[in-house]
C-alpha cells in the first residue's frame, strides 16, 4: 500500500501525459520500462537484503550500511534522508500546482501562478507537519483513505476514455481513434526536451519502492512484508502506468485550442494532423503564442478526460499528499537511524526520539525546513531531476550491496529469498550509474564526489577513534558487513596464492616474532622494531600466560580483544598473539612453530635484554638464553634489544610526565621517557652498525630498512667492521664494493682493531661482577663440584673462564670501542655473539652481553641464521 502510494504519485495524474506529449506513446512505455528494469532489479536487492536478518528502522540506510558497512551506509544514509525531504517538496508543488489550476479556472488567483504554488505549498507542508508529528497511528490511516480515494480517481480517468463528450472536443480529447493513437505513437520533442531529460522527470515516479522498507522498523514481518509489498507494488503500478500512457496517448491530440469555433467546415487541403481528421483545426497552435490544451500544453489533462474531474482534483491531492506524507515520514526516521549510529558525531542531537514510539522530532523539523526551502523553486520540472541523482545513487548502491554480499561469500550471507541474482544485481548497480550520468553528467560526477567524501570521513574517523570511548566504533557494534567478509576473502585466496611461490632473497623481509608479553608493557620494543616492519614485513607480539591453566584460558580471551585493539589504536601495523605454557620456554616454542600463516610466519625473534639477570632465579635465565638456541634451531634470526634505562614499564601503566597525581623517582621518570624515545622524529644523527660477522646480512638489513621511515631519514647509517692489521685495507675495498652493491651508498666506513689495551680496570670489574656465579671447582672437592655443576648447570667453572678468556676480552675491548665512537648515536646496530650450545655457560654468556651492550645508546644486537638476506649474495 505504501509503496503504491509513492508510485501513484505526483507523476500519474500530473506529467504522464505531457511525457506521453514529448516521447510518444512508444518512447514512453521505454521510459516506464527502464524505470521498472531499474526499480525491480532494486526490489529484488531489497528484498534479498531484507530477508537475510532482522530489519531495524531506517530502511535503505539500514540496508546499506549493515550489509556493505558503516563508510557506504554513512555516505548514502544522509544522500538518502535529503533525496527524501527534498521529495517531500516535488509531491507538494505538484499538490500547489493543481489547486493553483483550479484557482485559475475560477479566476480567483491571489498574486500570480508562480508565487500561489509557494503560498500554497508552504501551508500545506506545515499541516503534513502537524500530521506526521500527531504519530504514525494518524499517518496510517490517512494512507489506507488516500488510497481508496486514489484507485477511485484512477478508475474515473479509465471510465471518462470511454465517453467522449463535444464539449472536450476543442481541447483535443476525441476518445479512443487509430488516428491520434499512430499520430501520437513517434516522439515529438519540444523546448529542448530530450529523451532522457523526459525520463530524468519521470524517474521519481519510480521512487516510491522503498517507502516500506523506510518504516521497516514499524512493519511487524519486515521479512515478508518488504519483498511481497515491493515486488507487487511495481507490478501494479508499472501496469497501470503503460495502461494509462497509451489510453491518453490514444485519446487525446498533443495540440488543442479549446476554442469551440476551431471545427473544419470546409475540407482543409493541407492538413494532415489526427485532428483534421476529426473536423478540427487545431493549426493555430504551431504560432509563437500557442496553445492552452492539449498533451503538451495542459498538466491537467487527466481531469479533462475524466467522467467526473472533482474525483481527479481529489485524486491528486491523495496521491502527492500521501506521498509528501510519507516521505516527510520516512526522512526523519532514516536520518535519526544514521544518528543513532553516531557515524556523524555532529548530527548527533537528531538521534533523540519522543514518546512511545520513539518519534523523531527534531528530524521532521529539519526535513520541514529543507522541503520549505525547495518548494520556494516552485517548479516540479526542476526539482524531479535532483532526487532521480540521489535515489539512483542510493538504488545503485542497494544493488552493489548484494553483488558484494554475494562475493564474499560469507556463510552469514543466506537470504530467504532466493529470486536474486548476483550478477543481475551488478547489472543495475551499473546501470543506474550510467542513467545518473545520462540524465545530468555534472549532477551525477557531483553526487559521486559528496558520496566518496563523506566516505572517505567515515573510513578515516572510523581508524581515528579506534580505542576511544563512548563511540561506535570501540563498543559492541559489529555489522558484520560484507566488505569485512571480502576482506577476509581476499586475505585467503592471497595468502594461499603466496604459499605457493618459492622463497627469493629479493623477496625476504623481516617478519618479527616479538616477545613483548603485554603489548603496552613495552611500548619502546614495539615502536622500535614498528619502524623496521611497518609496511614492510609482519610482526607478531608474543605473550606467554603462565599459572593455573583454567585461569590463563580466561586472561586470552579477553586479552586477545584487549591488545589487539590496544594495537590498533597505537597505529601498529601488529598482530597479538597469546599462548599459554608452563615457562616461557615451552610458551616461546609454541609461538615460534605455530605463529604466522603459510610464508605469513616469523623468521626473526625479537627479545628485550634481561635487565634485572644477576638479581633474579638463574633457572630464568637459563631459559632465557635456550629461547635463543631454540630459535636459532628453527632458523630463526635473533635481536636483543637493549636500552640502559630498561623496557618494562608495567608498574607505570596509565601514567606519564604530564598527568601524574604525585612525583615519580628519578629513575621511573628516566624509564618513562625513554620508553617514549622511538616516537619521536630523531633528527640529523648517526646509526651506527658494528658488522663483525657475516650472518647473511640481516645486521645491515634492518639499519636500512629504519632510514626509509619518516621519523628516520634524517640519520645517517655509518658501518665499522673489524680486521686484521695486514688485511684492512683489503677488507676496506670489499666491503666497499659490497656496500654498493646492495645500494647502501650513504654509508660511512671505518674499520676497527681489537687492540686490547687499557683493559685491567674493566677486566677486575668483569671479575668482580661474574664472581657470584662461579663454581670454583679447584677450591672443592671433585664430588662436590661435580653435584653443583649438575644441579647448577648456569655456573661458570675456571676452565670455562680459562678457555674463552680472549672471548671476554673481545667483549670488553668492543664496549670501549662503542663508547669511544658511538657513545652519540642515536641507536647502534651491533652482531650478536653467540655461544655454542652447552659449551658456555648461561651466566658467563649474560655476562658477556651485559658488558658489551652497558652504558651505551639504545642497542640491537643482530644475529641472522645465515640465510642470505640481500641481493648481493
Not at 282 to 293: E, N, R, V
Request: with cysteine; net charge positive; glycine share 8%.
Amino acid at each position: 500500500v505504501r509503496c503504491m502510494l509513492n508510485i501513484w504519485g505526483v507523476m500519474l495524474f500530473i506529467r504522464l501525459s505531457w511525457i506521453v506529449g514529448q516521447a510518444g506513446i512508444g518512447l514512453s512505455v521505454l521510459v516506464i520500462g527502464m524505470a521498472t528494469v531499474v526499480t525491480t532489479i532494486t526490489g529484488l536487492s531489497t528484498s534479498a537484503i531484507a530477508t537475510n536478518g532482522f530489519v531495524r528502522g531506517g530502511g535503505a540506510y539500514y540496508l546499506i550500511s549493515r550489509s556493505l558497512g558503516p563508510e557506504f551506509g554513512g555516505a548514502i544514509g544522509l544522500i538518502f534522508a535529503f533525496a527524501n525531504a527534498v521529495a517531500v517538496a516535488m509531491y507538494v508543488v505538484g499538490f500547489a500546482e493543481t489547486v493553483v489550476e483550479l484557482l485559475k479556472e475560477n479566476g480567483t488567483l491571489m498574486i500570480d501562478e508562480m508565487n500561489d504554488i509557494r503560498i500554497i505549498g508552504a501551508i500545506t507542508v506545515v499541516i503534513l507537519l502537524g500530521i506526521s508529528i500527531a504519530g504514525m497511528e494518524w499517518e496510517a490511516k490517512a494512507q489506507i483513505v488516500l488510497l481508496v480515494i486514489l484507485i477511485l480517481a484512477i478508475g474515473d480517468f479509465v471510465i471518462g476514455t470511454f465517453i467522449p463528450l463535444d464539449s472536450k472536443k476543442p481541447k483535443g480529447f476525441f476518445g479512443y481513434k487509430a488516428e491520434i493513437f499512430m499520430e501520437n505513437f513517434g516522439p515529438d520533442f519540444r523546448q529542448e526536451e530530450t529523451f532522457f531529460s523526459v525520463f530524468a522527470i519521470f524517474f521519481p515516479a519510480a521512487t516510491g519502492i522503498l517507502a516500506g522498507a523506510n518504516i521497516s522498523g514499524d512493519l511487524a514481518d519486515p521479512q515478508s512484508a518488504i519483498p511481497k509489498g515491493t515486488l507487487l507494488a511495481i507490478l501494479i503500478t508499472t501496469l497501470v502506468y503503460v495502461g494509462i500512457a497509451v489510453s491518453v496517448g490514444s485519446c487525446v491530440v498533443r495540440d488543442a485550442t479549446g476554442n469551440v469555433n476551431d471545427t473544419i467546415v470546409t475540407e482543409l487541403t493541407n492538413c494532415t494532423a489526427a485532428a483534421c481528421k476529426l473536423n478540427y483545426d487545431f493549426s493555430s497552435c504551431q504560432s509563437p503564442a500557442g496553445c492552452h490544451y492539449g498533451l503538451m500544453n495542459n498538466f491537467q489533462v487527466m481531469s479533462m478526460v475524466s467522467g467526473f474531474a472533482p474525483l481527479i482534483s481529489a485524486g491528486i491531492f491523495s496521491a502527492t499528499l500521501s506521498s509528501a506524507l510519507a516521505s516527510l515520514v520516512s526522512a526523519p526516521k532514516i536520518f535519526q537511524a544514521l544518528c543513532k549510529d553516531n557515524i556523524y558525531p555532529g548530527f548527533q542531537m537528531f538521534a533523540k526520539g519522543y514518546g512511545k514510539n520513539n518519534e523523531p522530532l527534531r528530524g521532521y523539523i529539519l526535513t520541514f525546513l529543507i522541503a520549505l526551502g525547495f518548494i520556494l523553486i516552485a517548479e516540479l520540472n526542476v526539482i524531479a531531476p535532483i532526487i532521480s541523482n540521489f535515489f539512483l545513487a542510493s538504488y545503485a548502491l542497494i544493488n552493489f550491496s548484494v553483488f558484494h554480499a554475494s562475493l564474499a561469500k560469507s556463510p552469514g550471507w543466506r537470504p530467504a529469498f532466493k529470486y536474486y541474482n548476483m550478477w543481475i544485481s551488478l547489472v543495475g548497480a551499473i546501470l543506474c550509474c550510467i542513467v545518473m550520468f545520462v540524465i545530468n553528467w555534472w549532477a551525477a560526477l557531483l553526487t559521486y564526489v559528496i558520496v566518496l567524501g563523506l566516505y572517505i570521513y567515515v573510513t578515516y574517523r572510523k581508524w581515528l577513534c579506534w580505542g576511544k570511548t563512548p563511540t561506535i566504533w570501540t563498543t559492541n557494534v559489529n555489522w558484520g558487513s560484507s566488505t569485512q567478509a571480502l576482506t577476509y576473502l581476499n586475505a585467503l585466496q592471497h595468502s594461499i596464492r603466496l604459499s605457493g611461490v618459492e622463497d627469493h632473497v629479493k623477496n625476504f623481509r623481516p617478519q618479527c616474532l616479538i616477545m613483548t608479553g603485554a603489548p603496552n608493557a613495552r611500548p619502546a620494543l614495539l615502536h622500535l622494531v614498528h619502524a623496521f616492519t611497518k609496511n614492510v614485513g609482519l610482526m607478531i607480539c608474543g605473550h606467554v600466560h603462565m599459572g593455573p591453566r583454567r585461569q590463563a584460558m580466561k586472561e586470552l580471551s579477553t586479552d586477545l580483544a584487549k591488545y589487539q585493539r590496544w594495537l590498533i589504536k597505537n597505529k601498529m601495523k601488529a598482530f597479538y598473539a597469546p599462548v599459554h605454557a608452563e615457562d616461557l620456554r615451552d610458551g616461546g616454542q609454541y609461538l615460534m612453530q605455530a605463529a604466522g600463516l603459510g610464508r605469513m610466519r616469523p623468521n626473526t625473534l625479537v627479545v628485550g635484554f634481561k635487565k634485572n639477570w644477576r638479581q633474579g632465579d638463574m633457572r630464568d635465565v637459563e631459559t632465557y638464553i635456550n629461547l635463543f638456541h631454540d630459535a636459532f634451531d628453527v632458523q630463526y634470526g635473533v635481536v636483543v634489544i637493549r636500552l640502559q634505562e630498561g623496557l618494562d614499564i608495567s608498574h607505570l601503566q596509565g601514567q606519564d610526565s604530564k598527568s601524574l597525581s604525585s612525583p615519580l623517582n628519578l629513575a621511573d621518570q628516566r624509564l618513562l621517557d625513554a620508553s617514549s624515545q622511538f616516537q619521536k622524529k630523531q633528527g640529523k644523527s648517526n646509526i651506527d652498525v658494528w658488522w663483525l660477522f657475516d650472518d647473511g646480512g640481516l645486521t645491515l638489513l634492518i639499519p636500512y630498512l629504519i632510514t626509509t621511515k619518516k621519523k628516520w631519514k634524517d640519520c645517517k647509517i655509518r658501518v665499522f667492521i673489524g680486521g686484521k692489521i695486514n688485511r684492512i685495507d683489503h677488507d676496506r675495498r670489499a666491503e666497499t664494493s659490497y656496500f654498493k652493491a646492495v645500494k647502501l651508498f650513504w654509508v660511512f666506513f671505518q674499520s676497527m682493531l681489537l687492540i686490547y689495551s687499557h683493559l685491567p680496570s674493566h677486566i677486575a670489574a668483569f671479575e668482580e661482577m661474574i664472581e657470584p656465579f662461579r663454581l670454583h671447582e679447584d677450591d672443592k672437592e671433585q664430588e662436590v663440584a661435580d653435584k653443583m655443576k649438575e644441579d647448577e648447570p648456569w655456573r661458570i667453572t675456571d676452565n670455562e673462564l680459562e678457555l674463552y678468556k680472549t672471548k671476554t676480552y673481545r667483549q670488553i675491548r668492543l664496549n670501549e670501542l662503542l663508547k669511544e665512537h658511538s657513545s652519540t648515536a642515536n641507536i647502534i646496530v651491533m652482531s650478536l655473539p653467540v655461544a655454542r650450545k652447552g659449551a658456555v655457560s648461561s651466566a658467563l654468556y649474560m655476562a658477556w652481553l651485559e658488558v658489551l651492550s652497558k652504558d651505551l645508546p639504545p642497542i640491537l644486537l643482530v644475529r641472522g641464521n645465515h640465510q642470505s638476506v640481500l641481493t648481493f649474495y
